[in-house]
């Protein structure tokens, strides 16, 4: 694709290297300046143009500028068809290098894995550094709206940089004009704004600050939402977006609510008083009065408060708690987490202590069951892992050395020097002071390699190197590889099926789409990327105005599958799953609750050791029963197929979450054996709990636990003064 630069002196731009795609645009490579990238829009229209030369004409202030980093990743340039018609096709912004989603470091899985020098102080200035972005966009009058998780990036040195700048909502003062944020995120959108269409209003900074508070708790109370919690109800429990409407904060100050904080979440009390302050302003005063909501440079100015109240842990330095407290949080945490460390000493991480399995608990309780009126759950979406089309041996970590530990050492220490530097300049930056689900991964670079790249690597090298990112879950990476050897060999149908499947755990699905596409026009015969592409239409169906298109479309690619190999299982699974959902909503409800069983059944027979067709089969079954009076036989059905799922897989949390609630209905339904079932249900239950736990599966981990506090007598009073759901196992 050629553009044309027309600042200062004209340049046709070549673009060839795309850097990722998304739902409105694509992310090129700039060939003569690496340090910029361009995005080009799928369909131009005129609205984009005259909002990109107003955000042009009125930058907002970089407040860490002084240190050489773009917070704010906004627009420099326009850039125009090359065909001479000055139609503005895109625009030319910073290229963003070294940095992750702000989830990677206030999840403590990840934050773990990818930075775990990341202690407690540095989340602190990830706030504080947040806080300063949000306050010079509110200072030249932009809102963000569609605030999130996933359009903010992190550095390992605790910078934040702003992505996405193009859909914040952007006010031109010389034509009069508000440009709106069309999209918004449930979870971070203020209760005035739940359940609204967003063009249809002008945002609000303090709109921008009920988004700002979530990220904020979220940094500091290792990713739990502040409406996140146990509920306490006899229903299935409310989505964020009921929660929020409600004025629900699970840590509410000033009113009764019907949830407990999650048992794995960090204790209220050890928030900085400061803080804690802040969030019941931003959360429950600023719900009936949104005016009343703390300004982000409020934010920066208790959040430098608190940073300053730290103190350090005698046992691990690593740990840094407030001075209010009379002994480390941290230490407690991490006792009861099993002995997984949030913020792990220098000698774990030298030892790679802080990556092994938790500690095994040896205690043991039995709950006192008591009767409830039954839970029907809605069946929590799954993330399906694309279909790869080669096996993998499993990484062995090399043995560590008593060398190469003292040199992880103080490689540790000389990054924590680092760290500290870079705390000096951030104190001395004036205190002047994400977004869209489909946000442009691509605006995430991968930092540089240590080692110039090999120019001499083959197209199935860099195919080999993309899978082994694939298994890591560094799926950046992946599309780097996968890219690179696009580039030696673009008629090799393989790599953008795997680049495809890694857009697709990006959430990219209009870039999986792309991909797949592609693979199919060099190879119509891969059925693979069929199933793969039914797949991403079946996700699409979830953001679509009419997601019945969007089903049938993927019913017809998993059809064009089984055509060319009829003994393919992931084919029959997925059309399964697909049509389960669209029985849900059918008229035919029961006809289509057949063909998804017959699907799931014809898998089975080709391959007897597929746990998942027998999950999803005892599911259908599970979710038929409920429309048909012989429902006494669908749950023993659907049981004998969780019972074979695990047998296959004793460690699918699921499986035991649906098994629990079907034995629980049938007690409740005067089956025979009510005890028993009572006591299975509660059993397997507790057992989902602790490996969604084990697999820090939050979402569903709380799922599991408000189902028990429904069955537990006493609205999980005994539950919460157990620790058997709550103490890890190893598995």
Not at 639 to 666: C, H, S, T, W
Not at 667 to 679: C, D, I, L, P, R
Not at 707 to 715: G, L, M, Q, R, W
Request: charged share 20%; with cysteine.
């Amino acid at each position: 694709m050629q553009v044309l630069r027309s600042l200062g002196q004209q340049e046709i731009l070549n673009l060839t290297v795309n850097l990722g795609r998304g739902g409105e645009a694509c992310v090129y490579a700039v060939p003569s300046d690496e340090n910029l990238v361009a995005k080009i829009y799928h369909k131009p229209i005129l609205t984009h143009a005259h909002k990109l030369q107003a955000m042009i004409a009125n930058p907002p202030e970089n407040p860490t500028a002084n240190l050489g980093h773009i917070s704010i990743a906004w627009p420099q340039e326009l850039l125009e068809a090359e065909d001479g018609s000055g139609s503005i096709v895109g625009f030319l912004m910073p290229r963003i290098r070294g940095m992750r989603p702000i989830m990677d470091f206030y999840h403590p899985g990840t934050r773990r894995l990818n930075c775990p020098l990341f202690n407690y102080q540095y989340l602190l200035r990830t706030a504080r550094n947040l806080a300063a972005a949000f306050a010079a966009l509110h200072a030249s009058q932009y809102c963000i709206g569609d605030v999130n998780e996933s359009n903010i990036l992190v550095s390992d040195t605790a910078l934040v940089t702003l992505v996405d700048t193009d859909s914040f909502q952007v006010r031109d003062p010389a034509q009069n004009i508000v440009y709106r944020c069309a999209v918004g995120k449930p979870e971070y959108t203020p209760p005035e704004l739940q359940n609204k269409t967003f063009a249809d209003y002008d945002r609000e900074i303090y709109h921008d600050l009920f988004g700002l508070g979530v990220l904020i708790f979220q940094l500091l109370m290792e990713g739990t939402h502040p409406f996140s919690g146990i509920f306490q109800g006899q229903f299935d429990p409310p989505t964020y977006e009921v929660r929020i409407v409600a004025g629900h904060f699970t840590y509410s100050q000033r009113q009764q609510v019907p949830y407990l904080p999650t048992p794995i979440a960090p204790a209220w009390e050890m928030l900085a008083p400061g803080l804690r302050d802040l969030f019941v302003r931003c959360f429950e005063d600023g719900h009936h009065n949104p005016h009343l909501r703390p300004a982000a440079q409020t934010w920066l100015s208790v959040l430098t408060t608190a940073e300053e109240s730290l103190v350090t842990c005698t046992a691990n330095p690593q740990h840094r708690y407030h001075n209010h407290l009379d002994k480390c949080p941290w230490c407690e945490r991490a006792a009861r987490l099993g002995g997984r460390d949030p913020f792990p000493s220098l000698e774990a991480i030298a030892s790679k202590e802080h990556l092994k399995p938790r500690r095994k608990s040896k205690k043991r309780h039995t709950q006192n069951p008591g009767l409830r009126r039954p839970v029907i759950s809605a069946s929590p979406l799954h993330h399906w892992q694309p279909v790869f089309t080669q096996n993998f041996s499993i990484y062995q970590p090399p043995k560590t050395t008593q060398k190469s530990r003292f040199y992880t050492i103080m490689f540790s220490l000389l990054g924590l020097g680092l760290l500290g530097y870079l705390d000096l300049m951030i104190k001395f930056t004036r205190p002047f002071v994400s977004q869209n689900p489909y946000t442009q991964q691509s605006l995430i670079s991968r930092p540089e390699n240590n080692h110039p790249q090999e120019e001499n690597l083959s197209y199935l090298d860099y195919y080999d190197r993309g899978n082994a990112a694939y298994r890591q879950q560094d799926y950046e990476q992946a599309i780097e590889n996968f890219t690179q050897g696009i580039k030696k060999n673009p008629n090799f149908s393989r790599l953008y099926i795997h680049r495809g499947n890694s857009r697709y755990n990006l959430n990219d699905y209009e870039g999986a789409l792309a991909d797949y596409n592609q693979a199919l026009k060099i190879n119509p015969q891969e059925v693979k990327a069929f199933v793969n592409r039914g797949n991403a239409y079946y996700m699409l169906a979830e953001y679509s105005n009419d997601p019945d298109q969007e089903y049938q479309k993927a019913i017809q690619n998993f059809n064009q599958a089984i055509n060319i190999n009829n003994r393919d299982t992931e084919a029959y699974i997925r059309r399964g799953i697909v049509r389960s959902q669209i029985a849900k909503y059918s008229n035919d409800f029961q006809q289509e609750y057949q063909k998804s069983i017959a699907d799931f059944t014809e898998a089975i027979q080709l391959n007897a050791s597929q746990a998942e067709a027998y999950f999803h089969r005892g599911l259908a079954r599970y979710q038929f029963a409920q429309y048909t009076n012989n429902y006494a036989q669908e749950y023993k059905q659907a049981i004998a197929d969780f019972n074979q799922a695990l047998n296959i897989n004793p460690q699918m949390a699921k499986v035991y979450l649906k098994r629990g609630m079907v034995y629980y209905e049938l007690a409740q339904y005067g089956e025979s054996k009510v005890e028993e079932n009572h006591a299975q249900a509660i059993e397997d239950l507790e057992k989902s709990a602790q490996i969604y736990l084990e697999q820090e599966d939050m979402d569903n981990y709380q799922q599991a636990l408000s189902n028990i506090c429904v069955i537990v007598a006493k609205k999980c009073d005994a539950l919460f003064q157990s620790s058997i759901i709550f103490d890890p196992i190893d598995r």
